[in-house]
Antibody, heavy 119, light 111 residues
Framework: EVQLVESGGGLVQPGGSLRLSCAAS????????MNWVRQAPGKGLEWVSY????????YYADSVKGRFTISRDNAKNSLYLQMNSLRAEDTAVYYC????????????WGQGTLVTVSS | QSVLTQPPSVSGAPGQRVTISCTGS?????????VHWYQHLPGTAPKLLIY???NRPSGVPDRFSGSKSGTSASLAITGLQAEDEADYYC???????????FGGGTKLTVL
């Protein structure tokens, strides 16, 4: 069964840091580009970051550039998002999602992990 | 303000047809980048509904169809069913932002 499972969410104070993880199974993780997508309360989906299968290409949304770092470990079938200098507006459910090579759509998706930035 | 513009809500009675529009610009849809559509129920993982403008993944009913023209795309749902009530999002790539972009989402209500 194809599966993505996020973890690492929680409550953090403004200015703090958090590291999200995404564990993949049931597909060839090392062949997929991977993304983080978030949804703030009452808002729509927002793409956050992309990393290619070999980690050679990385993109960030302007809203997180310089604060968030995406990485992956293909040996562990895992994707990460290091989030620093967190702000209240970073409060959201964070999803990891795969992008097959040569395509632009997101499939599969994880169930998401909630990050709350509040004092 | 989302880069791709969708109506906030649409509604229809069971059995009817509804369409959801997705309007972009010359740096995304108009530049030839594909449009993809997702169905999202609260508390669940978004589900790929249409990829590459018009293609349905296996398991998606043929009641769902997609189209693209110029700087816009549309998702059509025929034979509305109560289970179709969800949020729908379009997604594409934007060359000026060097990243993927989503529409603001459309809430479908089945009356």
């Amino acid at each position: 069964e194809v599966q993505l499972v996020e973890s690492g969410g929680g409550l953090v104070q403004p200015g703090g840091s958090l590291r999200l993880s995404c564990a993949a199974s049931g597909f060839t993780f090392s062949s997929y580009g991977m993304n983080w997508v978030r949804q703030a309360p009452g808002k729509g989906l927002e793409w956050v970051s992309y990393i290619s299968s070999s980690s050679s290409t990385i993109y960030y949304a302007d809203s997180v550039k310089g604060r968030f770092t995406i990485s992956r470990d293909n040996a562990k079938n895992s994707l990460y998002l290091q989030m620093n200098s967190l702000r209240a507006e970073d409060t959201a459910v964070y999803y990891c999602a795969g992008t097959a090579a040569g395509t632009g759509w997101f499939d599969p998706w994880g169930q998401g992990t909630l990050v709350t930035v509040s004092s | 303000q989302s880069v791709l513009t969708q109506p906030p809500s649409v509604s229809g009675a069971p059995g009817q047809r509804v369409t959801i529009s997705c309007t972009g610009s010359s740096s995304n849809i108009g530049a030839g980048y594909d449009v993809h559509w997702y169905q999202h129920l609260p508390g669940t993982a978004p589900k790929l509904l249409i990829y590459g403008n018009t293609n349905r993944p296996s398991g998606v009913p043929d009641r769902f169809s997609g189209s693209k023209s110029g700087t816009s795309a549309s998702l059509a749902i025929t034979g509305l069913q109560a289970e179709d009530e969800a949020d729908y999002y379009c997604q594409s790539y934007d060359s000026s932002l060097s990243g993927s972009v989503f529409g603001g989402g459309t809430k479908l209500t089945v009356l």
